[in-house]
Structure formats: structure tokens, C-alpha cells
T-cell receptor, first 116, second 117 residues
Framework: ETGVTQTPRHLVMGMTNKKSLKCEQHLGHNAMYWYKQSAKKPLELMFVYSLEERVENNSVPSRFSPECPNSSHLFLHLHTLQPEDSALYLC???????????????FGPGTRLTVT | AQTVTQSQPEMSVQEAETVTLSCTYDTSESDYYLFWYKQPPSRQMILVIRQEAYKQQNATENRFSVNFQKAAKSFSLKISDSQLGDAAMYFCAYRSGGPYNNNDMRFGAGTRLTVKP
């Protein structure tokens, strides 16, 4: 596979469930991102892993927990979600060079999450 | 903090005609990058075009071009000879330049473009 892939593409879960979203990039990038896309709102950056460091986003509730085992894989662990968490969750990756910063981001197709 | 504003929630264009999508941004930085992304219905978001702030020449990619007005902090996207496949949500995005840009890309709320046959 090429580019950025995400699984599953669609997920319906109850408020008491625990599930995980997976993202994989095949571009040789070293930075990965989770975004939340809700209707009629700008994309919200949730988490960033860059150069093997996690950038915290204090506005994200603790019911969302990221994991980045290596530069190619990114997970978003979900537990006890709320209906307002229903959205499209996008993963992206980019190249981050220490002396030049990061370059444009490439996105996966997203996971459409519905919390019932 | 940098903000990106897209003042047109929806736009429509007749097939084969030209349309311009607006984007303004607010920043105190001199080194930054601007992007237009396209998100077709139920499909992946893809990069359409990028502009480095230090370049005076407007970026062009085939039928897509930008009008970058640095002093006015304006970054509009022009789509020429519109095609049905251009129908999508278009997002304008800003990223700080340099090695300390903290990986933060700011997006506008998007403009939904409809192409009429």
C-alpha cells in the first residue's frame, strides 16, 4: 500500500466500549498527527508525534489516548466516549527535518466514528 | 496565534469556467507556508498547492493557481476550466516556517465548491 492508510474506515461504538483507530504511513515520514473533523468546524489538531517526541494537546479529553510505537504507525485509543465525539478522525504524516522544520502533511482517508 | 479565515462557506461554478476561493490569515511572522487542500466527498484530503511566503511569484499547478498578497495577508485559489471532479471541500492552511514551527498547521473552516454541468 502507498501513502497514509487508516483502519477501520467506519466505526460505531457505544459509550462504554473501548476501541482503537490505526494509522500507517508508507512515505518515510517521521511526524504523525491526529485531527478531529466535525461538521462546519475547522480541523482540530489533537496530537502530534514528531522526531519520536509527543507534543501534548491539553485541550483533548483523556478519553482519547494516542500511541506511536514507531515512525510508521500511530494509534488512537478510545474509551468511554461521548456522543459529541462522533466525527471524522484524520491521520496525517509529514517529514520533519531538524534544521528545516516540517513540510506539508499528507492525510489518510479518515475513520468515520459514531458514538451511540 | 495564527488564524486562517475562509469567508465563503459555499461556492458554485459552471463547468469550464473559472472560480476564485478566498482565504485570509493573521500572523506576525515573516517566514511561513500556505497551502490549499482539497477534500472530495468521502475521499481523502489531498494537497493542491503550496506557497512559500518568501517567494514573490505565485504558485501554479496546472489549472490551479494562487494570488498571494503578503501585505494584505491574502491567499486566494483560482481554479481555471473547472471540471466536475473539482467539486470538493477546499481548505486553506497556514504553517510557520523554520525548525521551531512546532508542527502546528492551522486550517480554515473550508469552502464547499459545487461544479454545475
Amino acid at each position: 500500500e502507498t501513502g497514509v492508510t487508516q483502519t477501520p474506515r467506519h466505526l460505531v461504538m457505544g459509550m462504554t466500549n473501548k476501541k482503537s483507530l490505526k494509522c500507517e504511513q508508507h512515505l518515510g515520514h517521521n511526524a504523525m498527527y491526529w485531527y478531529k473533523q466535525s461538521a462546519k468546524k475547522p480541523l482540530e489538531l489533537m496530537f502530534v508525534y514528531s522526531l519520536e517526541e509527543r507534543v501534548e494537546n491539553n485541550s483533548v479529553p483523556s478519553r482519547f489516548s494516542p500511541e506511536c510505537p514507531n515512525s510508521s504507525h500511530l494509534f488512537l485509543h478510545l474509551h468511554t466516549l461521548q456522543p459529541e465525539d462522533s466525527a471524522l478522525y484524520l491521520c496525517a504524516s509529514s517529514l520533519h527535518l531538524r534544521l528545516a522544520g516540517t513540510y506539508e502533511q499528507y492525510f489518510g482517508p479518515g475513520t468515520r466514528l459514531t458514538v451511540t | 496565534a495564527q488564524t486562517v479565515t475562509q469567508s465563503q462557506p459555499e461556492m458554485s461554478v459552471q463547468e469550464a469556467e473559472t472560480v476564485t476561493l478566498s482565504c485570509t490569515y493573521d500572523t506576525s511572522e515573516s517566514d511561513y507556508y500556505l497551502f490549499w487542500y482539497k477534500q472530495p466527498p468521502s475521499r481523502q484530503m489531498i494537497l493542491v498547492i503550496r506557497q512559500e511566503a518568501y517567494k514573490q511569484q505565485n504558485a501554479t499547478e496546472n489549472r490551479f493557481s494562487v494570488n498571494f498578497q503578503k501585505a494584505a495577508k491574502s491567499f486566494s485559489l483560482k481554479i481555471s476550466d473547472s471540471q466536475l471532479g473539482d467539486a470538493a471541500m477546499y481548505f486553506c492552511a497556514y504553517r510557520s516556517g523554520g525548525p521551531y514551527n512546532n508542527n502546528d498547521m492551522r486550517f480554515g473552516a473550508g469552502t464547499r465548491l459545487t461544479v454545475k454541468p
